[in-house]
């Protein structure tokens, strides 16, 4: 099964709208899709987002899921592994990147100034 995206030159992206809460995530940590679609009940597609963490903002438990996930850190700052109260863990500034596989448990993740993430969201379709 073939990939489906669609095809976008470059263009400016609007910064000020189009931001969601993804489902289960706390307040402050917004998403903005930039191309593609993942279905997760069909175990299909692949999506680009942008990610935001407002300052301080931190997840609580770790995350893993059923598809690729590629991450670029562009701006601010993250940190990988606080407990359940914000504390502890590794910081991360920007020029960092992680690559996770189905089913790695990672996180929770925090962010103390605020950052924005770049993710590239997709189910291995050649199985």
Known sequence: MAIEKEHLEFHAVDMSSGWETPPGYPAGIQQKILAGKLDETAKTGTRTRLLRFEPGVYTTAPFVHDYWEEVYLVSGDMT????EKGEGGE?????TYACRPPG????????EGGCLLLETHYYDETK
Not at 80 to 83: K, L, Q, S
Not at 91 to 95: H, I, Q, S
């Open 80 to 83: 990988v592994g606080n407990d």
């Open 91 to 95: 910081r991360f500034a920007p020029n």
């Open 104 to 111: 790695a448990y990672h996180g929770p993740f925090k962010s």
